[in-house]
């Protein structure tokens, strides 16, 4: 059965760092390109970034880039998430999501992990 | 950026009503929509992917219909499993977007 477990929030400073994994297994983590998605209390859905299964190329959303790096390691089955620089606004909910399909990025989201909190505040 | 603007907001229906929701992108997407059923405190779930595909597992009271920049999911008999927000995805181009949600409540 596919699963996906986040780990790493919690609650930080504006202007730190944190780091968010996310634990795959069930399913052949390395032919699907990886996602995160993010919720800020009470709001609805945002796409943050999205790397794609070997790797190779990364996209994020204008919000996060440039502070946030997003990667993988294939041998470990385990997506990351490098968050520096955190403002207020980044507080959410964080879900890691894969990709509906096999090899090329289609850009939908079928499995989900259940969310790590982040809390930026001083 | 591709905006997406659902309606309405939020609704109020009762178990057996028939519901859609409508969901408008800023430009053409073709057929690169997507829609998602999230529970309160649970993760998303994906109901219908490319507009009008039923997710395997999905009940078949679910369908999406649309193309190019106008959208709509249908339940067709609501459920009390259903009472949710509903929220539509635009897979076109990054960065990708969503709609605002749909909260469907009981009546």
């Known amino acids: 059965q596919e699963q996906l477990v986040e780990s790493g929030g919690g609650v930080v400073q504006p202007g730190r760092s944190l780091r968010l994994s996310c634990a795959a297994s069930g399913f052949t983590f390395s032919t699907y390109a990886m996602h995160w998605v993010r919720q800020a209390p009470g709001k609805g859905l945002e796409w943050v970034a999205v790397i794609s299964n070997d790797g190779s190329n990364k996209y994020y959303a204008d919000s996060v880039k440039g502070r946030f790096t997003i990667s993988r390691d294939n041998s470990k089955n385990t997506l990351s998430l490098q968050m520096n620089s955190l403002r207020v606004e980044d507080t959410a909910v964080y879900y890691c999501?894969?990709?509906?399909?096999?090899?090329?990025?289609?850009?939908?989201?079928?499995?989900w992990g259940q969310g790590t909190l982040v809390t930026v505040s001083s | 950026d591709i905006q997406m603007t659902q309606s309405p907001s939020s609704l109020s229906a009762s178990v057996g009503d028939r519901v859609t929701i409508t969901c408008r992108a800023s430009?053409?997407?073709?057929?690169?929509l997507n829609w998602y059923q999230q529970q309160p405190g649970k993760a998303p779930k994906l109901l219908i992917y490319?507009?009008?595909s039923l997710r395997s597992g999905v009940p078949s009271r679910f369908s999406g219909s649309g193309s190019g920049t106008d959208f709509t999911l249908t339940m067709s008999s609501l459920q009390p499993e259903d009472f949710a927000t509903y929220y539509c995805?635009?897979?076109?181009?990054?960065?990708?977007?969503f709609g605002g949600g749909t909260k469907v409540e009981i009546k």
């Open positions: 999501a894969s990709d509906g399909c096999v090899g090329v990025s289609c850009y939908s989201f079928i499995y």
């Open positions: 490319a507009a009008s």
């Open positions: 430009q053409s997407i073709d057929y690169h």
């Open positions: 995805q635009q897979s076109y181009s990054a960065p990708l977007t």
